[in-house]
Structures are given as C-alpha cells and as structure tokens.
C-alpha cells in the first residue's frame, strides 16, 4: 500500500515512527518544538512527545550538536535538526572532530548513533551565507554517512535507516523538494544506503546527479529524447557510501557520462564519480565524463543570477549532446 | 551573368583542387579557351570556357578545394560589371569548400545519407564500368587529410571503448577516420566501419560520400588487420597520399575475385622478323612523303614504330572474338559481354598504375594500336589523360617485358574479367622438330582470369589462340 | 599487579575502610584526618600517577612516544580527590591531559603505556595515543585533542544519563583555556538550561593551572574568577585548593551526591598548578618562570598529603619508602610491558571507522538490524 505524501510529510512520518518504536530516539534542534520547525518537519511533535523528547535548543549549534553526540555516546539515539545545513559550520568541529571519529580513536570502545538532518542546498534567493550544498564536504571525512534523498519515499526509508545505523548520518534534504509529492509506502519502507536509484532507463548516455538535480536530468532526458537520444538517469541518493556498481553497470552499457550537480565542480561529488568510472569503464568510455556544476560564484541574491549560478537543464542537454559527438541542438 | 563552376569530371567526384588560373581576371576569354587547371585524384584536366566574354572575376583560388557546381569565376558578356569584391568571393569559395564537410557531416548525423549513399553506390556500380584506377577524388582527398589523427608521438586518437572494440575485433584503427574532436576515432565510426565490412561497401571516411562499390560482386574485403608502426629507430613512416590510397584499395577489391592463371610460351622469331620489315617499311613510306597506307602517323607526326607488345596486344584483342567470354564485366546483375575490345594497357605511374584504353582494338591495326598506345602512354605519365580515356576497358594487358621479367601473374582490373601478362623476350636453345637444337626467341604469356565468369580450359583455348596468332603473325595484318 | 587490582575493587562501590567519606564536614583550609587508610590508598594512587607521568617524560625523551605528551605533574590531587568520589555508572570525561584518570579509575599502567607507545595492547589498541585514552567499562569516555571539545559531550552524556532514569553522574574536567572556547560558553548554557529542572547531573571540574598552554589566565580571560563564570549559566559553583588532596576530597565527596540527588550540574574550580611543562615539546616553558615553578612546588600535593600523614602518623618512613618503591616497581613492570607490545597489525587501520561495517567505501552497508540497535 502506499500513499501520495509530501516528502516533509514523509520526513515526519519516519521521525514519529521510530520516536514511537524507541523511547531512546529524541529529537534536538532550534524552533522544532513550540515553533514546529521552521520548514515544519517537526510540526505537532512537541506536542505528542513533550519538552524532553523535543527539545528546543537555544542557538548554539556547536553546543547542541556537540551535546547530541553526547547523547548519543550514552545511548541515546538523537536526531538533530540543523535550521539549515548552512549553519552546520558553526558545529563542523563537534561533527569533524567527535562524531566522525570517535569511534576511531577510541578503538571501538564507543559508538555515536546520531542523525544531523536538515535542508540543504539553493535555489530560493537566499544569497550566499544561506547557500550551499554540502554533498562533498561531509562526503569527504571517513566515519561519517551522507546520503541526500529525493522521492517522498525515499526520505521517510532513508530516515528510518539513519535512525537505525549506528553511526553519524548527515542526512542532507533537499529543501527545495519538501513540498514535492510522490508515493510513499506504509509502514516500515527502510531504503538501505549505498543503492542508487535508477530513475530512468537508457541506452545512450548516462546521467549520474542527486537531490535537486535528479529532477532536472529527468527534464534534460525528455529534452533528448526529442532528439532520439534516451538517457539513463541515476540518483545516486547516498553519497557515502556510494554506489559505485550501479554508476559503473550504466556506463557500461551507455559508453558515456554526464555528472550533474549544484554544487561547486572543484573537489565536488561530481568529479569523484568521474574519477571512479573511469578507474571501473575506461574501456568502456567513448568520451570523456562531463561535469555540470554550479557556477563558481557563491550564490547570488537576484533571481534570474541565482538561477544562471546553477545548472540548467540547456546545461545538461548540452553535455550530453557533447558525449555524443552530436552538435548542440 | 554566366559563372563558371567546378564540373563534375567523374563520377564520383565531389570536389575538385583549382591547381591553377591560366587566365587573369579581366582577360578576354573566348569559347573553348583553357581558364584552369583542375587537378582530381588521379589527373590533371584543362578547364575550357564555355562561354565568350571577359573573366571578370576569379572566385576560387590557386589550391582550393571547390565542391562540383559552385562557382569558381564569373564570365561577363562585354560590358558587365562584377557584383562582389573579390575578397567576398574568397571566402565563398572557403565556405563552399568548408560546407562539403559540413553538409556532409550533417547527412552523417541524421542518418538518411547511409541508406542513400548505399544506394547511390550500388546504382554506381551498374553505371560507371570504371575501371583503373578510380578518381575517387573528394573520398581519397579527405581519407588522407581527415584520416586518423596522429597525436604528436604518431598514436592515434581513439576514445578506450573504441581500442577495447579494436582489439576484440581486430580492427585496424589506421584505417577509420575519426569523426570526434581533433579526428578522434568515436564509437559510431567503429561500429560504421563494421557495418560497411559486412555489407560489403567501401571504406569511406565520415566526411565523403560512398564511392561506387565493386560491381556488385558482393564479396567482402575483409578489414585488413595491419599492426601500428613500430616508430622503432632506422625507420620513416611515409603516410600513403591520395593516389597509393585508392590505387591500394582498388587492388583490394580486385584481388579479391577467384583469381586462376595460365601461362605460355611463345616462339616470336617470326614476329621479330615481321616487326623489322613492317618498321623499315614504315619508316621508308614516312621518309618520302608517300604515305604507306596505314594511315597512321607516329607521335607528334613521325613514322610508326611498331613494339613487340602492339602485336600482343592487337593479338589478344584479336583472339578475344573467338573468346568473348573473357571480353565481359561481372556486374551486379550478372556477365556482361561486350562484343567491342576496349584494350586497358598498364601504365606504371610514380605512386600507381593507370590503364587508358586503346578503344576497339580488335578492328584496328597494328599501327593505329601502336600510335595510339604511346600517345596515351605520355599523357599518362604526365597525368593528362581523360576520365574516358581509362575508364571503361574490357580486357587488360600488362608487359613487364621492359624491365626483363621472365614471368609473373597480374591482378585483374575490375570489372573486367581477364588480363595478360606478358613477359622480356629471352634467346635461348631449343629443339627443332627434327630434333636438332636451334637458338629461338621466346616470350611468356600470363593470362589471369576470373573463375566465376572463365573456367580454365577457356582460359587455356584462349592463350593458345594468342599464341598461334604471334607465331603467325601474319594473321595479325588481316 | 595484584595490589593494583585489589585498589580498584576496593574502590569501587565507593566505601573505603574507615567509615563513610561522605559524613565528612568541609575540610577546606583546615580539620582534623580522618579515615587514614583512604588517604594513604589514594596517596599511593598519586605517587603512582607522579611515577608514571615522570616515565613517561624519560620514554618521550628517548623516542617512544610520538606525537603530543601531556602530563598530569602537580595536579594528582584533583583527579584523585574527585574520581574517589566516583561511583560505577558514572562518566567521566576529559580533555588530553588524561592519564592521571585512566590509572585513578583502575587502568592497567601497562595498557596505559602500551597506548602511547601506539601498540596494540594499548588501552585503544594504539589507535588513539596520549590524547585519547577510553576505558568505557571504568568509567573513562576519553581522551579529546580540541580545546573545549569535549564539554558539550559531557553535558549531553548528563541529559542521557538523567533521561533513562538513572542516578549516574558526568564528572567533566577541563582547563582554564578550555573556558575560552565558545564550545564551553554553549554547552555551559544547555547544562544550566536542562540542569534547571534537575535533567543535567554534571559536575565541572575546572582544572585551573594557571596557564592556558603558554598564556596565563590573567593575559587571556577577563574576567579572571573562572568559578564566577558559571553563575551566568545558572550554575552553582565553588573554588577549592587543588593541591590539598584532602581539601579536594572533601569538596567532591559533597559536589557528587549534590548532584546525584539534585540532577542539577555544578562547577568546582580547583586551583592547581603543572609541575611540569605544557607537553613534552613545551621545552624551554618561555611564558613562566623558574622562581613560580619552584614557589608552586612547595604546594606540591604529594609532599603536602605526605606531610599530612606523617603527621597523623599514618605513615612513616618505611612506609613512604615502600610506597615508592611500589610505585617504581608498577612503572617499570609498565614499561616491560609497553615495550614487549607488537604494534597493531595494518588491518587494523580500516578497523573501528563505522559501526556495524568494517568495509564502507564502495559496498553498500546493510541497514542496521533490531538486534544492532
């Protein structure tokens, strides 16, 4: 059985769930509780679960991650909301230093079952300081998962799986995506991490992106097909791990690659997936990987620069058409 | 206002080089007046006006390529004024000369232009009856310009799937032209190079058009599996030009009809005997003015002089009314007799071999096939022979005799079927029918032929009919 | 390492022979001993962390400890006083200066130095060194590197342990540099803000050297009453002399069952002074001064204990001289120990990153399962 749901819909789904399978799972953060949350994911959870369970923080990111993890070193399991991933900064070194690797250095004596969730990424003028997609930079630190879902269904399966792993989960939502709908299946629908989503099928060209842009690879698909070129776009929808068997079985069979994401190209997801295909399908690759990002600008306020600072859809239309050795269409 | 344009001097030109003017802007020009020279693949023609008036402007350059029909100058009727600076018209000629590619590519793309190129080709086959070598000039042009572009170290550029396919089907990457940036070698140009082996059609690069396939003999060359050059120290690798490109695939083709060989020896000391009179006798009737009633004259104007391969060739011309079998195409549709002998005589050319044709060469005599075979040879040499002037043979003869070759087999000329190959004469004993030996001069006959059209007792009748015709050489002034 | 083992058992379940520590009045500044047998039991506990600690200085000296060396030289008695008063159940967490906890909580000495000696019967199995030493089963929640890094973890192990209705405690020591960090000032905030209906039963431990690495408390804070400061988060708080071992005994004995009744946090700060330099790279000490160095060590907190209990006539000579020479005995057998040690086999460098996986990068991980949660 499933319903049509917001993906914000779909979010709190997941939260009550576990919140009511596991009295260790609380939930920490700033306005989520009295407030509601200001993208309303914890709406109505004060509430049901009280001041202990939701627990307003004052704004001290550093403070309340770092006591999150804390929480979560005792046993508890912690989900903490970040008002946006773009304050996360001001707790990177709880996140960096603590979560990431405690249980490292501490021989696996310890283990810090937290999630860190929160919106993640641009497009609604927010200007720079509100702006950034943050994929590659907690992607890049071993002991931490990343994973950044797309469809409804995919964050309510994935927050259950974050609730459940026992390890740091930065769990990057698309914000721009919350009032998306899509069916979201009943019950528990835990989506593992590290499986991509193939969420189109095709021969010619393969397009590999995540969050946002997934649905702007499925709009540059339908471009191409106009033209008689059918896309396979895979939303890679967890970043660490990655799924590299899918990324790879697709370029087999496609012989080309377009990675497409908001985010800066420099050190990017991006430039890791085009590293890896051509480590894993170097002979299988007709042409080399393309890369869309976002402009190497940080973002700007006005809109019609804001949406000049991300791809487009002619972006990745062109790339693909350039795999091709097609001329620009 | 009349334009000159680039003409079409063969059937599967798509371009041609404007070598150079032999008239100046602003020149008076009258009807037939040479305006250029116009070099294809394979030769070098005289464009003639065709219309009076004055050369107002020059529109190609000296060494551009143009497309067939674009203009290359404009004649205006007296007093006309030119419409376009002369610069302007440059750079059309370049466009021109650029949009062959670009058209081209765009025909590629869309996918139309195979099926129809692949119907022009087989359409081709049925009309042209070319033979020698064919001036495939835009192709082999832009085979060798486009081919395969060598990176600085001499590696050619090809995407990894493509030296993945190379290797799997051991596919020779030298000769595919990359139709990715800087010639890269891509996917499609691989898979297009295996759909022309199977189907039988020529190599052509992504750029031109098909060329006309073998007559439709349906064989297939096989992709010839060569390695990379070794670039290995005391070596120099001599990229192949346009000629020894085409020459080298026509020979391809050629061989690969069944081919099957007999050869003879003729006994020619009457023939030498019969050489040296008839020549004195030509000379003597030059010499006094009172014509020998041959009705020949030698090149430019001087007494005929008969060689031992005018008889061969007038002989298997001759022979070729009671064989005709070995006087047809094989075309698409089947054997194709031609009851005329159009004699193709090989000319070795500096980086390939020209065959022009002497026409008729059964019905004409010894000293019309003699004139006639050393004028074609000079102008062959100097690469001024017509396209209907090598185009078109039935049979094919080919002497090494100049060189002392004492044998050798030749490779047949498509679409014919037949070729003689005809050796140095050599004195050597011999025995006599009373069984004394006797110093004879001798020459050997190679007839090569194609065993789906001539099996080898034909083939063998045939050669002994020759040599009876040499041994009685009289017979060949009848 | 018998008699090592015995301490500990003795210890835990908090009673000592000679009568309940918690009946004791406020002994700061002056009194009357009391329950001689404790204080010789922890006296030998601090001569053996001083033992251990001037080891380990002659150990990096001479190559085999790499990296940084923080020692605990001059401040015994305020871990001692304190992790006396620890109970099982409770946590204890502190930043790098940390081998004096380790032992005080009954860490083998030869674990303990097998770690910074980075070999795998290290007490991390050599995966952590000096800086991060965890012995969960003790008590022990590390062993952090960042300045103040650790305190919102210590106040959020206090809300943990509150929340699942237990009458565990957090002992959370940090230095006087750590309350410059803004990580203090937010997680001092959230202890007052959830201590105030009794969610936060932590205790602040303010280790107070004087020094901040190699600038004074007066040249970095301005406001120099570091025990003051708590009151803007609505923690109670006192000062206590760090070197008087009895003073701090006194002071934790009362602080911890405070705050194991009330759940709400308090912060004692302990005057106390290094003894020796910063870490062992700090060679030269450029920011103090000889005649400090040696003004604080008539403070010295062993001599102090030790003239307390000869007086008292809890011990003599002998005893002193026995104690010693146990304590030299534990740390050499320590050293054996550390340099029998094999280093970690390389395996184990991919080991312990993630729970529940040993193999992440590039293979799916299976979701967590009921029984892993």
């Known amino acids: 059985m ?25 939930l920490v953060g700033e306005d989520i509780g009295v407030y509601g949350g200001t993208h309303l994911i914890t709406d109505g959870l004060y509430d049901r679960y009280g001041p202990h369970r939701v627990i307003d923080t004052p704004i001290s990111e550093g403070g309340f991650v770092g006591a999150a993890i ?33 249980r490292y250095f501490s021989g696996g004596q310890v283990k810090v079952p937290l999630v860190i969730r929160g919106p993640n990424g641009g497009g609604v003028q927010l200007s720079a300081q509100h702006t950034h997609s943050l994929e590659s930079f907690y992607g890049h630190f071993p002991g931490l998962k990343v994973v950044a879902p797309v469809t409804p269904n995919d964050a309510k399966g994935m927050m259950l799986t974050a609730v459940r792993d026992d390890n740091c989960v930065i769990f990057l939502e698309a914000g721009a995506l919350y009032g998306t709908k899509g069916e979201v299946a009943e019950g528990d629908n835990a989506v593992p991490f590290g499986r991509a989503r193939i969420a189109r099928e095709g021969g010619d060209v393969t397009l590999v992106s995540y969050g946002r842009q997934v649905a702007l690879c499925l709009a540059a698909a339908e471009r191409m097909a106009e033209d008689g070129i059918e896309a396979e776009v895979i939303d890679l929808r967890s970043l660490r791990p990655l799924d590299e068997e899918t990324v790879v079985a697709s370029v087999r069979k496609t012989h080309r690659a377009v990675a497409v994401q908001e985010q800066w190209r420099w050190f990017g997801v991006a430039s890791e997936v085009a590293a890896i295909i051509q480590d894993r399908a170097f002979d299988d690759l007709d042409a080399p990987v393309e890369r869309v990002s976002g402009a190497e600008v940080p973002a700007p306020y006005a809109h019609n620069l804001e949406i000049a600072a991300f791809p487009s859809v002619d972006q990745v239309v062109a790339a693909g058409r350039r795999v091709l050795y097609r001329e620009e269409g | 206002m009349p334009e000159v344009v680039m003409p079409k001097m063969g059937d599967a030109m798509e371009a041609g080089t404007l070598s150079s003017w032999l008239k100046h802007e602003g020149d008076q020009v009258e009807v037939g007046d040479a305006l250029a020279e116009i070099e294809t693949d394979k030769t070098t023609m005289e464009l003639e006006a065709e219309d009076a008036g004055v050369l107002t402007r020059l529109i190609a350059g000296e060494g551009d390529e143009v497309a067939v029909g674009e203009p290359i100058a404009v004649i205006s009727a007296d007093g006309e004024a030119p419409d376009a600076a002369p ?12 949009s062959v590619g670009g058209r081209e590519t765009a025909e590629t793309e869309t996918g139309e232009a195979e099926a129809a190129e692949t119907e022009a080709a087989e359409t081709e086959a049925a009309e042209s009856g070319e033979q020698g070598a064919r001036p495939r000039e835009a192709e082999a042009r832009r085979a060798a310009t486009s081919g395969p572009e060598r990176s600085a170290d001499g590696r050619v550029r090809a995407s990894p799937v493509v030296r993945r396919l190379a290797r799997e089907q051991g596919i020779e990457l030298a000769g595919i032209s990359g139709s990715g940036p800087d010639g890269r070698i891509v996917e499609r140009d691989v898979r297009a190079a295996l759909e022309r082996a199977e189907t039988g059609a020529p190599e052509r690069s992504a750029h031109a058009p098909a060329d006309a396939a073998p007559a439709g003999d349906g064989s297939t060359p096989a992709p010839v599996t060569a390695p990379a050059p070794s670039g290995a120290a005391g070596t120099e690798l001599s990229p192949l030009s346009r000629t020894q490109r085409v020459v080298g695939e026509r020979m391809q083709q050629a061989w690969q009809a069944p081919h099957h060989y007999a050869t003879v020896e003729v006994h020619v000391d009457e023939l030498l005997a019969l050489r040296g009179r008839l020549n004195e006798a030509l000379v003597d009737g030059a010499a006094d003015g009172s ?56 000319v070795a050319l500096e980086d390939g071999l020209i ?13 019309a096939i003699s004139a006639e075979a050393k004028e074609l040879a000079a102008r062959a040499r100097s690469g001024k022979l017509r396209p209907d002037e090598y185009q078109g043979g039935t049979f094919t003869v080919s002497n090494m005799g100049m060189y002392g070759v004492e044998s050798f087999t030749a490779i047949i000329n498509p679409p014919s079927v037949s070729i003689v190959a005809v050796s140095a004469v050599a004195r050597r004993p011999d025995f006599d029918a009373a069984g004394d030996v006797v110093p004879r001069s001798v020459l050997k006959l190679t007839v090569g032929s194609d065993h789906r059209v001539v099996n080898g007792a034909e083939n063998a009748r045939y050669l002994a009919e020759v040599k009876r015709l040499l041994e009685h050489p009289l017979l060949l002034t009848v | 390492m018998a008699k090592t083992k015995e301490r500990t058992d003795k210890r835990v379940g908090g009673k000592h022979p000679g009568g309940r520590a918690g009946e004791r009045t406020d002994r700061n500044g002056a009194g009357p001993v009391g329950d001689p047998e404790h204080l010789v039991e922890l006296y030998r506990q601090m001569v053996l962390v001083r033992t251990f600690e001037t080891a380990c200085q002659r150990s990096f000296r001479k190559g085999k400890i790499g990296g940084y060396l923080h020692l605990y030289t001059g401040e015994e008695a305020v871990a ?10 409770d946590r204890v967490i502190t930043g790098y200066r940390d081998h004096a906890h380790a032992l005080l909580l009954g860490c083998e000495p030869g674990a303990v130095m097998a770690e910074l000696y980075g070999r795998r019967d290290g007490l991390v199995r050599g995966k952590g060194g000096s800086m991060h030493l965890f012995a969960v089963d003790r008590g022990l929640w590390g062993g952090y590197g960042i300045v103040g890094g650790h305190i919102p973890l210590g106040v959020g192990f206090a809300y943990a342990l509150r ?43 303010v280790e107070n050297n004087q020094y901040g690495m190699g600038t004074s408390v007066p040249r970095s804070t301005a406001m120099t009453d570091l025990a003051a400061k708590f009151g803007a988060y609505g923690i109670d708080h006192e000062k206590v002399d760090g070197m008087d071992l009895e003073a701090v005994l006194d002071c934790a004995e009362r602080v911890t069952r405070q705050v194991r009744e009330s759940g709400r946090p308090y912060a004692v700060e302990a005057m106390t002074y290094r003894l020796a330099p910063h870490g062992a790279g700090d060679f030269f000490e450029k920011y103090r001064s000889k005649e400090e160095v040696d003004s604080w060590r008539d403070r010295d907190p062993l001599v102090l204990l030790e003239h307390r209990l000869r007086e008292g006539g809890a011990v003599d000579d002998a005893a002193v001289e026995e104690i010693a020479g146990g304590a030299r005995d534990e740390v050499a057998a320590a050293l054996e120990f550390a340099d029998a040690s094999e280093p970690p086999p390389i395996e184990d460098l991919y080991t312990d990153v993630y729970a529940g996986a040993d193999e992440y990068l590039g293979k799916p991980a299976e979701p967590a399962d009921e029984e892993g949660r």
């Open chain 2, 291 to 346: 014509g020998d009633g041959s009705g020949a004259d030698g090149p430019a104007g001087g007494p005929v002089r008969l060689s031992i391969n005018d008889f061969v060739m007038k002989a298997c011309a001759q022979a070729l009314r009671t064989f005709p079998k070995l006087n047809s195409w094989w075309t698409a549709d089947g054997i194709e007799l031609h009851q005329r002998v159009d004699l193709a005589m090989a």
């Open chain 2, 87 to 98: 610069d302007e018209a440059r750079q059309v000629a370049e466009e021109t000369a650029d």
């Open chain 1, 70 to 102: 804390g929480m979560a070193m005792a046993g508890l399991r912690p989900v903490v909301e970040v008002m946006t991933w773009n304050f996360s900064f001001l707790a990177a070194d709880q996140i960096i230093q603590n979560a990431a690797k405690v």
């Open chain 1, 2 to 26: 499933a319903e049509v749901k917001t993906y914000r819909e779909a979010l709190r789904e997941a939260l009550v769930g576990e919140l009511d399978r596991d009295e260790n799972v609380v």
């Open chain 3, 80 to 89: 001692a006083g304190f992790l006396s008063a620890f109970r099982r159940g």
């Open chain 3, 163 to 205: 929340y699942r209705g237990t009458d565990h405690i957090c002992q959370l020591y940090l230095g006087d540099g750590a309350m410059q960090t803004g990580a203090f000032h937010e997680a001092a905030n959230l202890a007052g803000l959830w201590g105030a209906d009794g969610r936060c039963p932590v205790v602040f431990i």
């Open chain 2, 355 to 367: 065959t022009p044709v002497i026409r008729n060469a059964a019905e004409r005599t010894l000293s």
